[in-house]
């Protein structure tokens, strides 16, 4: 994610979008052989080429509470780090502080990816968006855009950085709002509605991100379809990153084995298997919907077949991918300066602080290694499989 330190989708102009309609139509199972082959040749060396995409965790702070966040929701770890609701959380890398890691970046084709948290529930949100395009960085971010101010709006269309900018919609405003709080799917829609309107030549892109749950079933035509009407470029869904009681123990004694720490990162990731049936339910509705509604762009991420659905949301053994390069290509800086290669607080090692040494160095150090030697011995970690690093493909 996700980022993207969430959920962190993938760029327009990958290898789906070079293929054009052909890539469009290749079966799921026809991308997952492409990417497996593409990623084998990643993970022979424990040594990496320069990272192609950092992804940065402007704060941890959100102004919202919904129920499915690793961070703020039901069993969201953020209020164990920060108890209230600070403006400005006091570990958080200042501006400065990021200027100077970005700064040696300049001119070297790296995406930057923004998280959080709400990248905007810190004051100087656009100035640290303003600064990274200026080093000639690519930047997007999702946001729940609800901070967005008119005058943040006018400041943002005049990057011309920023590839894409996901805005979290999670069903028609009544589901949204009861997930989000009462009044803000109508103030995120028109907070997009006025990028789209103010923005030259088409950008930045405008897509909105859903997450898929059961209060969309029924509803996820007339979902798209306003996200469509509303101007949107591109609609994204995301199945549930979640794992079971017995998937995050087994998890967190692997990492035990592996790194000799005790690891809980991944806790907020805490759910019930939500079982066969709702798999089922959610590939057909949101396959159906993809089909009804081409030629706008509907991507799911993972993609998923019936039957892989169904494993999906009930066998925790399942992967879609077996194997991750993430650690091979993308780097994440924690809030707090710490670089760790797992996205969404999966798995918290870190290869060091971005305090403490260039982002460089830290990159292809001894922990960097070790991290990278451990994860071929593995394959995938127990919660690896619902980690948006291996899920998220261009179709
Ligand atoms: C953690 S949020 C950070 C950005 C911002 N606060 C927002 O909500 O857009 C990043 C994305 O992850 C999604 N997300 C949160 N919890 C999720 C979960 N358990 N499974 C899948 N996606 C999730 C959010 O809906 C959002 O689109
Ligand atoms: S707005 Fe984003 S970070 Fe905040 S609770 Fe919702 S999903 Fe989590
Ligand atoms: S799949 Fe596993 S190793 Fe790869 S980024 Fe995600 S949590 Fe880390």
Redesign the pocket.
């Known amino acids: 994610m996700s980022a993207p330190e969430?959920s962190s989708p993938p760029e327009p102009g990958g290898l789906g979008n070079r293929i054009g309609v052909a890539g469009r139509l290749l079966p799921v199972t026809g991308w997952r052989v492409l990417n497996s082959v593409r990623e084998s040749r990643l993970h022979s060396s424990l040594v990496a080429p320069l990272f192609r995409e950092v992804n940065l965790e402007m704060t941890i702070v959100?102004?919202?509470?919904?129920p499915?966040?690793?961070?703020?929701?039901t069993n969201?770890v953020a209020p164990k780090i920060i108890r209230d609701k600070e403006p400005l959380w006091k570990d958080q890398l200042t501006f400065e502080e990021i200027r100077k890691v970005f700064t040696p970046l300049r001119g070297k084709g790296v995406h930057v990816y923004l998280s959080?948290?709400?990248p905007f529930d810190r004051p100087d949100a656009i100035e640290i968006v303003e600064f990274l395009a200026s080093l000639g960085l690519t930047v997007s971010f999702?946001t729940?855009g609800t901070l967005l101010t008119d005058e943040i709006i006018d400041r943002l269309v005049k990057v011309d950085g920023i590839t894409i900018i996901h805005f979290?919609l999670d069903g028609p405003e009544d589901i949204h709002d009861s997930i989000?709080g009462k009044g803000n799917f109508a103030k995120t829609v028109a907070n997009a509605q006025k990028i789209i309107a103010r923005r030259k030549n088409g950008h930045p892109k405008v897509w909105a991100q859903s997450v898929m749950t059961n209060a969309m079933f029924g509803r996820t035509l007339e979902f798209v379809r306003t996200v469509e009407a509303a101007g949107f470029d591109r609609h994204l869904f995301q199945h549930l990153w979640f794992a079971d009681r017995p998937t995050l123990d087994q998890h967190r004694k692997a990492l035990q084995e592996d790194f000799g720490v005790v690891d809980t990162a991944a806790e907020g990731h805490l759910m019930a298997l939500p079982g066969a049936a709702y798999g089922r339910r959610a590939a057909l509705e949101l396959e159906n919907t993809r089909r009804a509604v081409y030629p706008f762009q509907m991507w799911t991420a993972p993609r998923l077949g019936v039957e892989d659905a169904e494993k999906y949301y009930s066998d925790m053994k399942f992967a879609v991918v077996k194997s991750c390069g993430k650690p091979w290509a993308g780097v994440n800086i924690k809030a707090d300066g710490r670089v760790v290669f797992c996205p969404d607080q999966w798995i918290s090692y870190s290869v060091g602080n971005v305090r403490d040494a260039p982002l460089v160095e830290l990159w292809n150090n001894g922990a960097a290694k070790l991290f990278r030697e451990k994860l071929n011995a593995r394959g995938l970690w127990p919660g690896c499989v619902h980690c948006c690093a291996i899920n998220w493909r261009q179709q």
Do not use: A, D, K, V
């Open positions: 969430t959100c102004n919202l509470r919904c499915f966040c690793w961070w703020w929701g969201g959080g948290g709400e999702t729940n979290s989000r």
